[in-house]
T-cell receptor, first 110, second 114 residues
Framework: DQQVKQNSPSLSVQEGRISILNCDYT??????FLWYKKYPAEGPTFLIS?????DKNEDGRFTVFLNKSAKHLSLHIVPSQPGDSAVYFC?????????FGKGTRLSVIA | DTAVSQTPKYLVTQMGNDKSIKCEQN?????MYWYKQDSKKFLKIMFS???????INETVPNRFSPKSPDKAHLNLHINSLELGDSAVYFC?????????????FGSGTQLSVL
């Protein structure tokens, strides 16, 4: 039972353009959402998060949007850079350990 | 200086063997975790310890036994290894068990059971 779904396994974007990574969830009790970034042979690293009481959180080139009614969140990266090429995991929690999606592999092409 | 370090990075072994993976964090965090990333790429919680006490055990077979000698260390022992145990195992830590889920991960241990 996948409570956190990332339906796009991969995404390719031109350098300088916007990258949009999507995530859907099924558990309406989730109250905190996070994005992690993972390079090969490394562990995931925290990127940005958002509480369920907000609909947007911005940190530099990274913005996370939350649509609670649709149970959907997205990560926007603008402008995309080659160093952003990695696997991005969406994660959520509700008084529980983090539940992760399967990840989306982002390739930023120079 | 690595915040969460786990060893070994690679582990190749035969079915039926017993092996251990070690994890240490130097962040002063109270809570540590083991996650498993299987062939389908899902990252799933296995165990969580808060200040040396087991707080989460997610229906993992009892061949897997975590041990936390102190709050900076959480080791994972696996007995009678099976083919299906092949995966990447990640150790992680967080400030407390309720800190919004911000985890710090180690670089992973790739376990291959032949």
């Amino acid at each position: 039972d996948q409570q956190v779904k990332q339906n796009s396994p991969s995404l390719s974007v031109q350098e300088g353009r916007i990258s949009i990574l999507n995530c859907d969830y099924t558990n309406s009790m989730f109250d905190y959402f996070l994005w992690y970034k993972k390079y090969p042979a490394e562990g995931p690293t925290f990127l940005i998060s958002i509480s369920s009481i907000k609909d947007k959180n911005e940190d530099g080139r990274f913005t996370v949007f939350l649509n609670k009614s649709a149970k959907h969140l997205s990560l926007h990266i603008v402008p995309s850079q080659p160093g952003d090429s990695a696997v991005y995991f969406c994660a959520a929690r509700s008084n529980t350990p983090l539940v992760f999606g399967k990840g989306t592999r982002l390739s930023v092409i120079a | 200086d690595t915040a969460v370090s786990q060893t070994p990075k690679y582990l190749v072994t035969q079915m039926g063997n017993d092996k251990s993976i070690k994890c240490e964090q130097n962040l002063g965090h109270d809570t540590m975790y083991w996650y498993k990333q299987d062939s389908k790429k899902f990252l799933k919680i296995m165990f969580s310890y808060n200040n040396k006490e087991l707080i989460i055990n997610e229906t993992v077979p009892n061949r897997f036994s975590p041990k936390s000698p102190d709050k900076a260390h959480l080791n994972l022992h696996i007995n009678s290894l099976e083919l299906g145990d092949s995966a990447v195992y990640f150790c992680a830590s967080s400030l407390t068990s309720g800190t919004g889920g911000k985890l710090f991960f180690g670089s992973g241990t790739q376990l291959s059971v032949l």
